[in-house]
């Protein structure tokens, strides 16, 4: 059984509602996740695309079972589940196989987020609701959300927290870095734009002050 759902999706249909769909993304290790939790304390519902991606692909699973017929057994580890640090990096290091991870995981991932979409819109017509997409930009889902936030932190900070987060070495993490656009270059594509390198009480202010331009926006007719 083929792991298919719809290619590309629409933006959910949230017409009849004042629902606003925020697009978080940013660099790897830049910190979306503590930016995310932040708007949630605030009451932002959140819909974690890596939570999906690795829900999706659970031992059993039409992803899983697909993945491994592409990549092979070499990808399972001990416990029956993907190695996800090993297929990072083959799909790191070749744009090809990245491509085909994609084409298996984004289709049922975008079949979630609406289906959750639209349930946390049935329960509050006045939800913000953040979609957190790692490669939002790269991948071109921009259509999926209303506005884009962008959480900053400078290349050499990524590229510090990466290498202290998963035990690697520079090099390693600058790899993976070259796999997703700058962050600069992203920063210039959003709609909004957190920075994310300093103390936590100063993204925190940074968060609350957005989080009133959102509500602004929702309030115009």
Not at 30 to 36: E, F, P
Not at 99 to 115: C, T, Y
Not at 135 to 153: D, I, N, P, R, W
């Amino acid at each position: 059984m083929k792991c298919q759902a719809s290619a590309m999706p629409l933006r959910p249909n949230t017409t009849k509602t004042n629902v606003l769909l925020l697009g978080v993304t940013g660099g790897i290790a830049s910190g979306k996740t503590t930016v995310a939790n932040l708007f949630a304390d605030l009451g932002a519902a959140i819909i974690d695309f890596d939570i999906i991606a690795r829900q999706v692909v659970e031992p059993g699973t039409p992803c899983f079972g697909e993945i491994i017929e592409f990549f092979g057994q070499g990808i399972v580890d001990i416990d029956g589940h993907l190695d996800r640090k090993m297929l990072s990096g083959i799909v790191f290091e070749d744009k090809e196989k990245r491509k085909k991870l994609e084409g298996i995981l984004h289709p049922r991932i975008f079949d979630i987020f609406i289906s959750r979409t639209n349930e946390i819109t049935k329960n509050d017509p006045d939800a913000i609701i953040q979609a957190v997409i790692p490669l939002l930009f790269e991948a071109g889902l921009q259509h999926l959300v209303h506005k884009t936030l962008v959480v900053y932190v400078p290349r050499e900070k990524q590229i510090e927290r990466l290498i202290k987060r998963d035990k690697i070495t520079g090099d390693q993490a600058a790899k993976i870095l070259k796999a997703q656009l700058p962050i600069d270059e992203k920063a210039g594509m959003a709609d909004f734009v957190i920075n994310n390198e300093n103390a936590l009480d100063e993204t925190k202010g940074q968060v609350e002050e957005l989080w009133q331009k959102l509500k602004q926006i929702q309030a115009i007719p």
